[in-house]
């Protein structure tokens, strides 16, 4: 398989990424007016973020609730690697990609570095975008990382239905760890614990 997360320096991306914050962020915002509550939730240090994930804004959306300060990569599909400029861009602001339907052992490779060298990671546990809660399996793949490296996931929650002009609101939940997980089972099991912390705050229910 032809490598796709090539890891780049941390000091451009993060610059980067600031620019195109400065420049993208303040119109999601206009376009999304938003407000995000649990700010005080996100650590210092390595962690993976898991949200829901519905609509190609959503994001743009977890960076401006995040805020500048916490940069943090996200992994994306690899088909948007290859669409004329953005895939460029998108390169260039710490975002990696990822070979859907297969074992990408790259992209695996490339959080985990990513998690190394102190830096945060998003990915969206149902692997795609999903139009209703509870309508798809979420995917092993963020909890085996998360135990393996023995880092924090934040989760947060993204109201699934959005309009322009509209307010809506990101909920950012308390970090938490997964530890163990021998069989398959037990990964299902952790990722659907995910997910559950992630509807917590939709129902106002997280501890």
Same mark, same amino acid.
């Given at each position: 398989m032809t490598a796709v997360s090539e890891i780049g320096s941390? +000091?451009? +991306?993060?610059?980067f990424f600031g620019r195109?914050?400065?420049?993208?962020?303040?119109?999601? %915002?206009?376009?999304?007016?938003?407000?995000?509550?649990?700010?005080?939730?996100i650590p210092e240090g390595p962690a993976l973020v898991c949200a829901n994930h519905s609509n190609l804004v959503d994001p743009l959306l977890l960076a401006g609730a995040f805020g500048k300060r916490h940069f943090m990569h996200f992994m994306a %599909?690899?088909?948007?690697s290859s669409v004329p400029l953005i895939g460029a861009l998108l390169r260039r602001c710490g975002v990696?990609?990822?070979n859907r339907g297969h074992q990408d052992i790259d992209a695996v490779r490339s959080t985990m570095?990513?998690?190394?060298?102190?830096?945060k990671v998003c990915i969206f546990p149902e692997g795609t975008r999903v139009r209703e809660d509870n309508?798809? +399996?979420?995917k092993t793949g963020a909890v085996r990382i998360a135990a393996k490296m023995s880092v924090p996931i934040v989760p947060v929650y993204i109201p699934r239905r959005k309009r322009?002009?509209?307010?809506?609101?990101?909920l950012i939940g308390k970090p938490f760890r997964v530890e163990g997980g021998r069989s398959h089972e037990d990964f299902e099991e952790m990722a659907d614990g995910?997910?559950? %912390?992630i509807y917590e705050l939709r129902d106002g229910t997280a501890g």
């Open positions: 941390p +000091e451009r +991306e993060r610059k195109m914050y400065d420049l993208v962020i303040p119109v999601v %915002k206009m376009l999304y007016p938003m407000r995000s509550r649990g700010q005080e939730n %599909k690899l088909e948007l990696y990609f990822v570095r990513y998690l190394r060298r102190g830096e309508a798809v +399996e979420a322009l002009f509209s307010r809506i609101e990101i995910v997910m559950e %912390k």
